[in-house]
């Protein structure tokens, strides 16, 4: 029998008005390296670069916060890029031999990029009338001329078409075929063999009716476009692939297909060149790869540059990705461990210099940008402010620390800067500067940490649009691994040849999978933290100044508890360095703990006011005293029939009785909820017609709940756990005398929906000390909770007597926040899989809930409690709980309410591995992995978005007409990587730099956020070996408000069913 509730009561408009005030979804900006470069280009006039993708993405950057982004309304590749130099304008060709012209466009101060217009050329036989020519068939190169007016299209089939880029037309009658360049080569050059592709067309700087055109056999011929006939013409026999002119015009320098270049030289007579002056195999004599792409760079000491990219040894070294400079005699060979994309010099460009005078050269790479310095000896990389690869190891976790005291953040710019120290010239600056940032300065700093699969962890500033690189640390030093990386280019003895120099930061490769970082947690007012890894490895660490040279003390927990019948089949764990390790300045370790069996930690938090660690496994969790370097607490949680957690991550071991006996499971499981379809169905066509007889305005209609099965308690994996939580809070029954105070406490969920909490005795620490006296830590177990339908355990958060969360540790001491209210009653918050709970304390009777997945169909897979500062009134601030479900989508609710406020589609619900990499900011903003390379930013409030506010410079010739003349609106499309509901450009909604969404992303403390919530982890990378799939499909359920006393008063016929289904055992 169907039930139904009505709440006579609508929406209330004042309420709506205030969450229109509080909440607002922005996808405001991408970090990282983009994913899948395809395509690069410059513009040395405004010192912009622009990146093309595979995916059809266009980037622009110029100084710190000055980014552009823009995406083709097809998804293909960006084959090239091409700066009309000066105007703000860029011009792409796809892979489709489509062209489009962009334009940063400003609006009242602003500016953003639109795709103003766009052409296909046509490809009928016999289109230029007046020739008769073939069709224009593929693109193979483009070349601006006439300072951006003009643009030569090489093609597939040896014919030039020329452009007028304002209006994106061909202009008819001056196609160059290449029946008339033949016309001017020797007969004996013809011997009845085509031209082959346009592979080159170069430009002359001084002389715009001069174009030089390379064809793939390897004929240059320099092309006066104004008498139409050929000036010179070369005839090279090599198979080319590119060409360079040089600035005077007078020499040419081409690179062919066997690993060769030639320089040729223009002033040598009227007839043909048959040879050139010079003609070298920099790596022969033996054969060797194609040099794909050559620059010639002169200098006013006559020592030219000759940069080229390929062109190693094919059988030595095939395999390398190189970039090769040549200067006189120096010969330097940049080895990067990715594919070589393209690259350019930053030079003069201005007609009336004489020289090129090379500043810095920019290799694009598959997976980076590294920049150097030509103009310090040695040849430096430049630290890159931005665009730095997040991905240089795999990301395994993520972890977002806000509001960072100053100390601390010079401190560890400090340490960053010791590990990367600069050279004393000056010169070694970021030549990238176009643009203006017109942001404000964050007042506030946040830091991005992320944990690697080679054990390290990189701090990132993450305050504003630029994700800026700051420290590097390091694990792997503390143990034996297996593979003991030695880097044998950097050994190599001096004159071996090639003179390889390793270049860049991208390792994939990691030395020992043990190493992988699964969780980070920092203390941001000591300056503490705790690394956990794959192997079982918990790290304490602390922030020194200073280099040390010490012992690390190593401590072990058996978390199985001497229980029999388990066997571990996993890994090993890492072996630690005995004796005093030299460690340098920054986070230097305290204190190892080895979890026993050495799984992977699925969950750890810290406490260093107390100077406690708890971490968590498949198997169990402990508590650490690292101050007294003494274990206080271990506890098991399998299940007698957790066989599969015994075989480890990197085990392959699976049995197959345990895989047959599972699959029955769900084929069984399968039919049940088969039948039930149907009872699904008539409920919301029920639903449905109550709401059509009451009307949209007067009743409001809750939905009829999903049926959900519980789950078995024997299912594999249940053991594991999911999150830990330390508190200041009542536990033990206020009935007894001695315990009706507060104490410490540590709470633990796990993924077959126990709780378990604990009453912890912490002795107070001497004052100005940081030892810990004689006396012990103990904990004793006060409650244990067992939620219905076993749901796994995602967040635990203790509300203080006002419903606020409670201050992060030293905050409340050192009067950084506003002390919690202990008078009145607290309450925990237990977050599962499928609801949220709240439970009054100590007496843990249920108070609230909402079931997330019996009214929405998803699961829960991250929370965290954030504070939302309104827009229209700086003083006021709401605590709210963010949720990010399996479907990918993002719901807000109320504390200690629960009642929905917003939701809103936020990640492809296919896309795992962004919905499992997701973190959330104590101020209501979130990252996510679109690619390994890149976070995707969002913002869940309408006062704190960190976007991109900037302005170019741009000049417009007098006589150029604007290419938005044909009006084009520019369409919402999804990003690259598929995710809907981005605009192409960046573009500020009120028109202006607006102050209080500047990059400060870090709202300053308001008087309602002053208790500074807490971000509540949720499972770690484990989620991606749970369900991370929608197996309960979606129905279009509309949201609903009720009072809290409505809310209540629902709650209280259900009371007596929820106390069977959560179990109390007081210990």
């Known amino acids: 029998m169907m039930k139904f509730r009505f709440r006579r009561q609508g929406a209330d408009p004042q309420r709506e008005k205030l969450k229109q005030e509080l909440f607002a979804f922005h996808k405001t900006v991408e970090h990282g390296f983009p994913n899948q470069p395809s395509a690069l280009a410059f513009d040395p006039e405004l010192r912009i670069m622009a990146i093309g993708t595979r995916s059809g993405a266009v980037k622009i950057y110029g100084a710190p916060g000055v980014e552009f982004t823009g995406l083709h309304r097809d998804a293909a590749t960006v084959t090239q890029m091409h700066f009309l130099p000066g105007q703000g304008r860029l011009l792409t060709l796809l892979d489709d031999s489509s062209l489009h012209l962009w334009e940063v466009v400003h609006h009242n101060g602003c500016a953003h990029l639109e795709e103003a217009l766009h052409h296909q ?92 055109i390379g064809y793939s056999r390897g004929l240059l011929v320099i092309w006066n476009r104004a008498a139409r006939c050929a000036d010179r013409i070369f005839l090279g026999n090599q198979q080319l692939e590119s060409v360079c002119w040089e600035r005077s015009g007078r020499t040419l320098v081409s690179s062919h297909s066997d690993g060769s270049y030639a320089v040729w030289a223009t002033d040598a007579g009227d007839s043909p060149t048959t040879q050139p002056t010079v003609a070298t195999t920099p790596y022969g004599p033996f054969p060797c790869k194609a040099i794909s792409k050559i620059l010639w760079r002169n200098c006013a000491s006559g020592e030219h540059f000759i940069v080229f990219s390929g062109g190693m040894p094919r059988a030595s070294y095939g395999d390398r990705h190189c970039v090769s400079v040549l200067q006189a005699e120096t010969l330097v060979t940049l080895d990067f461990t990715s594919r070589v994309i393209d690259f350019f010099t930053v030079h003069s460009t201005r007609p009336e210099d004489e020289f090129d005078e090379p500043q810095a050269l920019a290799v694009l790479l598959e997976e980076e940008l590294v920049v150097l310095d030509l103009q310090t000896p040695g040849w430096p990389a430049v630290p890159a402010p931005y665009l730095a690869p997040l991905h240089s190891s795999a990301i395994t976790c993520s972890a977002h620390v806000a509001n960072v005291p100053a100390k601390l953040w010079a401190r560890i710019v400090s340490a960053g800067e010791q590990q990367n120290p600069q050279p004393a010239s000056g010169a070694s600056s970021w030549p990238i500067t176009g643009g203006r940032n017109l942001a404000q300065e964050p007042t506030q700093r946040g830091l991005l940490l992320t944990g690697h699969e080679d054990g390290t962890v990189r701090f990132w500033d993450a305050s504003g649009v630029a994700l800026r690189p700051l420290y590097k640390l390091s694990t792997a030093g503390l143990f034996q691994t297996d593979c003991e990386h030695a880097d044998s280019l950097a050994q190599a003895a001096e004159d071996d040849w090639p003179p390889f120099r390793k270049v860049g930061c991208f390792d994939p490769y990691s030395d020992d999978p043990r190493l992988g970082v699964q969780k980070v947690a920092l203390c941001k007012y000591t300056a503490q933290m705790v690394v956990a890894g794959t192997a079982g490895q918990v790290l304490v660490l602390e922030l020194s100044d200073e280099p040390s040279d010490q012992a690390v003390g190593v401590a072990s927990v058996d978390l199985l508890q001497d229980r029999e019948g388990f066997t571990w089949k996993g890994h090993e764990r890492l072996s630690p360095r005995t004796g005093p390790l030299p460690w340098p300045a920054g986070f230097q370790p305290r204190a190892l703990v080895q979890c026993l069996p050495p799984a992977a930690v699925t969950a750890v938090t810290l406490h260093a006011e107390w100077g406690l660690v708890a971490f968590g496994t498949s198997h169990g969790f402990g508590l650490f005293d690292y101050l007294r370097r003494s274990p206080v607490l271990a506890r098991c949680t399998l299940h007698p029939n957790d066989s599969l957690a015994m075989e480890g991550p990197l085990s392959r071991v699976k049995s197959l009785k345990k895989s047959l006996r599972q699959s029955f499971r769900r084929i069984r499981k399968s039919r049940v909820s088969g039948k039930k379809r149907l009872t699904a169905a008539s409920s919301k066509e029920a639903n449905a017609q109550l709401a059509e007889q009451a009307g949209p305005h007067d009743v409001e209609v809750t939905p009829v709940q999903r049926r959900i099965e519980p789950r078995s308690a024997d299912d594999s994996l249940s053991g594991v756990v999911r999150c830990l939580y330390f508190a200041d809070t009542f536990l033990r029954d206020a009935h007894r005398p001695p315990a009706a105070h507060h104490g410490p406490t540590m709470w633990a969920g796990t993924n077959s929906g126990s709780v378990f909490a ?68 607290h309450a925990v918050l237990i977050a599962s899989e499928e609801q949220f709970k709240v439970f009054t304390l100590p007496k843990v009777s249920a108070k609230t809930k ?79 992995l679109i690619s390994p390379s890149e976070f995707e930013r969002f913002s869940l409030s309408a006062r ?121 055992l007081i210990g």
């Open 121 to 212: 050329p046509p490809s009928r036989p016999g289109f230029d009338g007046a020739s008769g020519l073939p069709s224009l068939a593929r693109i193979t190169v483009v070349l601006l001329v006439a300072a951006g007016d003009l643009a030569a299209l090489g093609t597939e089939g040896g014919s030039v078409f020329f452009l007028d880029v304002p209006t994106l037309t061909l202009l008819e009658g001056q196609t160059l075929g290449p029946d008339e360049v033949l016309r001017s080569v020797p007969d004996d050059y013809r011997c009845g063999k085509a031209l082959g592709p346009v592979e080159s067309l170069q430009g002359h700087l001084r002389d715009p009716t001069k174009i030089l």
């Open 758 to 825: 604990y009453a912890l005795e912490v002795p107070a620490a001497a004052a100005n000390s940081d030892r810990r006296p004689e006396r012990a830590v103990e904990a004793v177990l006060g409650k244990e909770v067992q939620l219905m339908h076993r749901a796994p355990v995602v967040a635990v958060a203790v509300l203080d007597g006002r419903g606020r969360p409670l201050p992060e540790p030293y905050e409340a001491s050192r009067d950084l926040a506003q002390a919690p209210d202990m008078q009145g009653g």
């Open 850 to 928: 909402f079931k997330l997945t019996a009214h929405e169909g998803c699961r829960v897979r991250k929370v965290a409690l954030a504070t939302f500062a309104s827009v229209a009134c700086e003083d006021y601030a709401e605590t709210c709980l963010a949720c990010l479900t399996n479907l990918g989508d993002v719901h807000v609710f109320s504390v200690p309410g629960l009642r929905p406020q917003v939701h809103y589609a936020c990640i492809r619900k296919e896309d795992i591995s962004g919905i499992a990499s997701c973190v959330f900011t104590r101020h209501g903003q979130g990252f996510y």
């Open 944 to 1064: 704190n978005i960190t976007e991109p506010l900037c302005s170019l410079d741009i000049s417009w010739p007098r006589d150029a007409m604007r290419a938005s003349y044909r009006p084009q609106e520019s369409p919402k499309l999804s990003q690259a990587n598929g995710t809907p509901g981005v605009v192409l450009g960046p573009q500020s909604r009120s028109g202006s730099p607006d102050p209080t969404r500047s990059e400060g992303t870090d709202t300053p403390e308001l008087p309602e956020a002053t208790l500074s919530p807490t971000s509540v982890d949720s499972a770690t990378s484990a989620d991606t070996t749970l369900d991370t799939t929608g197996d309960v499909t979606v129905e279009d359920v509309k949201d609903f408000l009720g009072s809290s006393e409505e809310s209540e008063k629902n709650l209280r016929n259900l009371s007596e069913d929820e106390a069977r289904a959560c179990p109390i």
